[in-house]
C-alpha cells in the first residue's frame, strides 16, 4: 500500500515552459486535491476532485489544470509557468471531505 | 470568502509545559476543523479533527476546543516532548462546498 505518491519530486523549469505534476493514490479514496505551500504560508487549494470525471476549482487556479479521468490518478498541469509558481506543491486524498487527508511528499518547483 | 486566521505565527515554549494555538474563521456554516502537523521537509499529518457538533475531543496529550458561537477553535498540547518541535495548521471546511481552507500555520519550539 504505498499511499499517495508524487512525482517528480524535483523540478526546474524556465519560464514560459510547460509540465505535468503525477499523482497517484491506491486508497481507493474519492476525494482529491492540489495544494501549494509558499514559505511562511499554509497550504493554498489549487483544485480539488469529488470523484472520477469531476473537478473544481480551489483558492488559487490561475495558471493551472487538472483532469480526474480514473479514481486513482490526479495529475495537475502548469500550462506556461512563471516565477510565481515557484513553490512546494502537495497532491493529498480522503475518503470524503470531512476525514483525514492524507499528503503525497510533495514536489518541490523552482521556475526561472 | 472564508479564512482562517492562527495564533501566534511562533510559540516557544519550555518542555514539560502547555502550549495553546487559536484559530478563527469566518464561515459559520462550517463544520469541521482538522489540525495538521508538519515536520521540517515533510508532508502534513492528521493530528486530531474535530466536528461542528462537539464541543471538545481529546487524544491522550492532544486537546482540541470548539466554540461555534465564537467561531474559534484552539488545539491543547500538554507535557509538551522535543518530538512536538513542529509547525502546526488548523483548516476549516467551507460549508458551501467541499474545500478545506488553512491557517497560515504555528512554528511551535520546545525549549529543553
Known amino acids: 500500500n504505498a499511499g499517495v505518491t508524487q512525482t517528480p519530486k524535483f523540478q526546474v523549469l524556465k519560464t514560459g515552459q510547460s509540465m505535468t505534476l503525477q499523482c497517484a493514490q491506491d486508497?481507493?479514496?474519492?476525494?482529491m486535491s492540489w495544494y501549494r505551500q509558499d514559505p511562511g504560508m499554509g497550504l493554498r487549494l489549487i483544485h480539488y476532485?469529488?470523484?472520477?470525471?469531476?473537478?473544481d476549482q480551489g483558492e488559487v487556479p490561475n495558471g493551472y489544470n487538472v483532469s480526474r479521468s480514473t479514481t486513482e490518478d490526479f495529475p495537475l498541469r502548469l500550462l506556461s509557468a512563471a516565477p510565481s509558481q515557484t513553490s512546494v506543491y502537495f497532491c493529498?486524498?480522503?475518503?470524503?471531505?470531512?476525514?483525514?487527508?492524507?499528503f503525497g511528499p510533495g514536489t518541490r518547483l523552482t521556475v526561472l | 470568502g472564508e479564512n482562517v486566521e492562527q495564533h501566534p505565527s511562533t510559540l516557544s515554549v519550555q518542555e514539560g509545559d502547555s502550549a495553546v494555538i487559536k484559530c478563527t474563521y469566518s464561515?459559520?456554516?462550517?463544520?469541521?476543523f482538522p489540525w495538521y502537523k508538519q515536520e521540517l521537509g515533510k508532508r502534513p499529518q492528521l493530528i486530531i479533527d474535530?466536528?461542528?457538533n462537539v464541543g471538545e475531543k481529546k487524544d491522550q496529550r492532544i486537546a482540541v476546543t470548539l466554540n461555534k458561537t465564537a467561531k474559534h477553535f484552539s488545539l491543547h498540547i500538554t507535557e509538551t516532548q522535543p518530538e512536538d518541535s513542529a509547525v502546526y495548521f488548523c483548516?476549516?471546511?467551507?460549508?458551501?462546498?467541499?474545500?478545506?481552507?488553512w491557517g497560515a500555520g504555528t512554528k511551535l519550539i520546545i525549549k529543553p
Open positions: 493529498a486524498s480522503s475518503y470524503s471531505e470531512n476525514t483525514e487527508q492524507f
Open positions: 486508497m481507493n479514496h474519492e476525494y
Open positions: 476532485s469529488v470523484g472520477a470525471g469531476i473537478t
Open positions: 464561515d459559520s456554516a462550517s463544520n469541521y
Open positions: 474535530i466536528r461542528s
Open positions: 483548516a476549516a471546511l467551507k460549508g458551501s462546498n467541499y474545500q478545506l481552507i
